[in-house]
Nanobody
């Protein structure tokens, strides 16, 4: 079965950096685009970044542009989200996601808290 396991979250001061990882299993990872989403308390889940199956193309939410970088290692079945210049408004649970028709699969999420 499809499994997505996020890690790398934590507490970081404003201006700091974190790298999130999402280990995937149960499907042919290299065939699918991968996404990162986040959900802040009291807010809807929002898309943060997407990377195509081979990693050749990426796209970011306006809030992430210039600060976050999505990447993947198809040999390790892992997708990453490097986050820099973190702000308090980046505080959220971060999820990785894959759409394998007709279902969307989600990990359990990893908490990122940006606070001094």
């Amino acid at each position: 079965q499809v499994q997505l396991v996020e890690s790398g979250g934590g507490l970081v001061q404003p201006g700091g950096s974190l790298r999130l990882s999402c280990a995937a299993s149960g499907f042919t990872f290299s065939n699918y685009a991968m996404k990162w989403y986040r959900q802040a308390p009291g807010k809807e889940r929002e898309s943060v970044a997407i990377i195509t199956s081979a990693g050749g193309n990426t796209n970011y939410a306006d809030s992430a542009k210039g600060r976050f970088t999505i990447s993947r290692d198809n040999s390790k079945n892992t997708v990453y989200l490097q986050m820099t210049s973190l702000k308090p408004e980046d505080t959220a649970v971060y999820y990785c996601n894959v759409f394998i028709h007709p279902w969307a699969y989600w990990g359990q999420g990893t908490q990122v808290t940006v606070s001094s």
